[in-house]
Every structure is written in structure tokens, then in C-alpha cells.
């Protein structure tokens, strides 16, 4: 069945606006190509998984230089190591964070967490940073959650 032109032409310009505050930057023309290869991808073009719904299916982006790579599946697109850190995170290492604890003789310690199955979980936590940014790098090859 095909789309209405109106509903189509409305669906373009929604995620035309939606890249673009993503960080997303293209011309009129890349934007063309971009959009016709996200409606018609079916598999993720890193892990190969088809795509059950339109929620699974991502826009990947450089998010430095805003310059598109991929039509990715939700965990692909979170696995990239260029996503932001929050603000919160004063390592600068995307999954650890300071987390303040008096137990500690500098009064905190550095915890490294990623989402696993859909939660957010604790790996490992220590007090010396660069040990930890070693065993998260360490850990993230070793179960595959690096890309």
C-alpha cells in the first residue's frame, strides 16, 4: 500500500528536524539519500539483525562531527564510543563516573557501569581511574560490547 504524499512529506520533515538536533549535518541532497536508505533498511549494517519494528532502526552519526555512518540496530547505535558523556561524568570515559563515598580516604571512588539487558549495571568500581579505564577497555573487548 502506498503512503499518502502529505503523510510522507510530514514524516520527512519530522526526522529532517529530529537529525538535525541530534547533531546530524547534511545537505538537502545527503539528506535525500540518507532518509531513502533509514526507510528501507531492514537489518543493522554492523551486527546484521533485522529490524522487527521502526523503533529498532537508528541514524548512526559521528557525534563530533556530525557526519552520518550507519542505519544501526538500539544496541549498535549505543555501543558506539563517541556517544556523549553526561555532564555528570567527570572521568571523561564513557561508563565510569565519580561517585562519592566517605568509606574512601579521598572521600570517593570511580565506578564503571554499563547497560546490560536493558539495566544499568555495576561492573567494577575502584579508586585508582586509570586502573579502571584499563579494565572497562579490557572488559568491553572481551564481551564484545565495543564497535
Request: net charge positive.
Amino acid at each position: 500500500m502506498e503512503l499518502p504524499f502529505k503523510l510522507i512529506k510530514y514524516h520527512k520533515s519530522i526526522t529532517k528536524y529530529d537529525w538535525k538536533k541530534k547533531g546530524l549535518i547534511f545537505n538537502d541532497t545527503e539528506f535525500e539519500a540518507i532518509y531513502e536508505r533509514y526507510i528501507t533498511s531492514s537489518k543493522c549494517e554492523l551486527c546484521s539483525k533485522t529490524f522487527k519494528n521502526t523503533k529498532d532502526r537508528h541514524m548512526e552519526h559521528n557525534n563530533t562531527t556530525g557526519k552520518f555512518r550507519n542505519i544501526v540496530c538500539t544496541k549498535c547505535n549505543k555501543l558506539k564510543s563517541d556517544n556523549k558523556i553526561p555532564s555528570n561524568n567527570t572521568s571523561g570515559y564513557k561508563g565510569i563516573s565519580k561517585h562519592f563515598d566517605k568509606k574512601y580516604k579521598q572521600g570517593y571512588r570511580w565506578r564503571f557501569s554499563e547497560h546490560i539487558d536493558g539495566k544499568q549495571q555495576t561492573i567494577k568500581s575502584s579508586t585508582d581511574l586509570d586502573f579502571l579505564i584499563e579494565f572497562a577497555d579490557k572488559w568491553k573487548l572481551e564481551n564484545d560490547y565495543h564497535t
